[in-house]
């Protein structure tokens, strides 16, 4: 088993380069289904989510060619089957997109219901009531959800909750519906905008991504593309939160600042600077770390997926701050592994009331989905001592080349391979 090993104590110096964004590319990889032609997509992240689904598409009948490390050529006019089993959908949850992007081409789909990171409880109901107001069947069937319509039919749809899922999955289907298709209270992601701008260059009439009202009037054709995938938010969140945490100075480069605007926000609040430049951020810290108040939100409100990161930040500001996870019924499992490296959280449902320490210990730990994983390793680079993480492979799942950026960026930062019978015993 590879395990982590992160040697903390040393502030983070230096440039770091942002990769494309994950959720775009998930998002945009099985879209793709929907073309004609062949789609170029470029600025693709090299990470194990993409692996998979670009594996997924090869054994769906699909011929996929990397160019270039980060730009790959999709011809998905081989694929026959609407037929997606668990040995596929089993290791990431964004293979729920191919139902939208089968049902969009085939009129009909029938997806194994996905697995991915489970740190609570993941519905789609909202994904199968659009489906349906799209006109088509909705069953499960053997751990499948099967979709059938003779056609699909424009119409407007209200979501109860902003998803960002159910938000794409209707956009792909609805891409090829007759008419016009209204999503309402639709999530504004930067990734749902990149995903509707893809499916533009291709060909489709999607527009108002971006706001809470989507408008997508359905066509008959969508054609070949070249498309470049916008950075990951997620990514450069995290180097700044690291940067800010460890009282060093990192230029966080080829980002969208207006997308990382909330993060900055609440790193400026907790003592960093940020300065802001044209595709660059920079943050540095030399005073010490003050506690502050978070809440997640959809976008642009502050993001779910770095609120494990910056938990672990405040676990060592000073005074007690409070983060509600607004977006998730719970998103706190990892906070067991910090308080097991000396930091005082108490957890009550979605709020967790953290009283900053010191410093933080050294401790054997285990990352439990990937953001949690991406938290662990901020606390390693702030303890005293090595930090060891299991379960990287979760990790894998959405950060390309990290040990390689953390460790130019200073960080004593090695991934070794365990035999199974060294490995020490963890919590939870
Ligand atoms: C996406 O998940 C992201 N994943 C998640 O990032 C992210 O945490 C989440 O959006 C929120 O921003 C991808 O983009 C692949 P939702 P998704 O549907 O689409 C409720 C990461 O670490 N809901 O926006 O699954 C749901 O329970 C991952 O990169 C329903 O009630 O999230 C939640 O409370 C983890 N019914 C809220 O909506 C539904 O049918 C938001 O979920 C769907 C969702």
């Known amino acids: ?7 903390g104590g040393t502030p983070l110096k230096g440039k770091v380069y942002i990769s494309g964004a994950k959720n775009a590319a998930v998002a945009i990889i ?11 997509i470029e600025n693709i992240p090299n990470i194990a989510d993409v692996t998979v689904l670009l594996q997924m598409l090869k054994g769906l009948g699909a011929s996929v060619k990397y160019v270039n490390k980060s730009t790959v050529e999709i011809d998905p006019t081989g694929v026959n089957t609407h037929i997606v089993p668990y040995e596929m959908t089993r290791k990431t949850r964004a293979s729920s997109y191919f139902m939208g992007a089968m049902l969009g081409r085939f009129k009909k789909a029938k997806v194994a219901l996905p697995g991915g990171c489970d740190f609570c409880a993941r519905p789609l109901d909202l994904h199968e009531k659009g489906f349906a107001a799209l006109g088509a069947d909705v069953e499960k069937d053997d751990g499948m959800l099967d979709l059938k319509a003779d056609r699909l039919v424009g ?13 794409i999955n209707i956009m792909l289907a609805a891409c090829k519906a007759r008419g016009r298709t209204i999503i309402e209270n639709a999530a504004k992601e930067p990734h749902i905008v990149d995903l509707a701008n893809f499916l533009n260059s291709m060909g489709a009439d999607i527009k108002g991504a971006g706001t809470d009202v989507l408008k997508i009037s359905g066509v008959s054709h969508l054609g070949s593309t070249t498309y470049s995938i916008i950075p ?3 990514e450069a969140g995290t180097y700044m939160v690291a940067a800010a945490a460890t009282g060093g100075d990192v230029k966080i480069k080829n980002v969208i600042p207006k997308h990382l605007e909330s993060i900055s926000a609440k790193l400026i609040e907790a003592g960093a600077t940020v300065e802001e430049g044209d595709e660059f951020v920079r943050v540095y810290r030399k005073g010490e770390l003050r506690k502050c108040n978070i809440k997640t939100q959809p976008h642009p409100g502050f993001p779910t997926d770095m609120q494990p990161q910056m938990v672990t930040l405040l676990s060592i500001a000073n005074g007690t701050s409070m983060v509600t996870e607004a977006v998730w019924d719970s998103r706190f499992k990892y906070v067991n592994y910090l308080d097991r490296m000396g930091a005082k959280i108490k957890v009550d449902g979605k709020v967790a009331v953290i009283e900053g ?10 990352a439990d989905d990937l953001r949690a994983g991406a938290a662990l390793i901020i606390a390693g680079l702030i303890a005293d001592g090595t930090t060891q993480i299991e379960n990287i492979h979760l990790i894998d799942r959405g950060y390309e080349d990290y040990v ?18 060294n490995i020490a015993d963890s919590v939870g």
């Open 1 to 7: 088993m590879e395990k982590l090993f992160v040697k």
């Open 30 to 40: 099985p879209a793709a289904l929907l073309s004609d032609g062949i789609c170029r």
């Open 155 to 167: 119409t407007s749809i209200y979501l109860d909750t902003v998803s960002v899922g159910a938000t």
């Open 232 to 234: 990951d938010q997620i």
């Open 357 to 366: 320490v010191d410093k933080l210990k050294s401790a054997p730990v285990k």
């Open 404 to 421: 390689e950026k953390f460790t130019a960026l200073g960080a004593d930062i090695e991934r070794i391979n365990i035999p199974d019978s």
